[in-house]
């Protein structure tokens, strides 16, 4: 079992930044494949980015490419989205997702078995 509590999200102005941080506790927690996803009022959920349990290999969705940054310190078992240059349509309730891996370079895009509650981010124009 993985357990993953979202943070950081919160109302900002166009252009500004925030940083979300996932942090994931549980057996497992230390050896998984993570990701934030995304999703909007009226939409699907989708992939923001994703990283791999070694935290080299990453995934960025071309929408946030250049914007938004994903890492991990595995010493906190924490995962954090950056997110800078945001855009009103950047508004969304932000996911983080584990897949537990025994593959420390594999990046999951689907397929995710434990999920935090979500934080509300709102870009204002």
């Known amino acids: 079992q993985v357990q993953l509590v979202e943070s950081g999200g919160g109302l900002v102005q166009a252009g500004g930044s925030l940083r979300l941080s996932c942090a994931a506790s549980?057996?497992?927690?230390?050896?998984?494949?993570m990701a934030w996803l995304r999703q909007a009022p009226g939409k699907e959920r989708e992939l923001v980015a994703a990283?791999?349990?070694?935290?080299?290999?990453?995934y960025i969705t071309e929408s946030v490419k250049g914007r938004f940054t994903i890492s991990r310190d595995n010493a906190k078992n924490t995962v954090y989205l950056q997110m800078n240059s945001l855009l009103p349509e950047d508004t969304a309730v932000y996911y983080c997702?584990?897949?537990?891996?025994?593959?420390?370079?594999?990046?999951?895009?689907?397929?995710?078995?434990?999920w935090g509650q979500g934080t509300q981010v709102t870009v204002s124009s």
């Open positions: 990283i791999s349990w070694s935290g080299r290999r990453t």
């Open positions: 549980g057996r497992t927690a230390s050896s998984a494949a």
């Open positions: 997702a584990a897949d537990p891996t025994y593959d420390s370079e594999r990046v999951a895009i689907v397929g995710f078995d434990y």
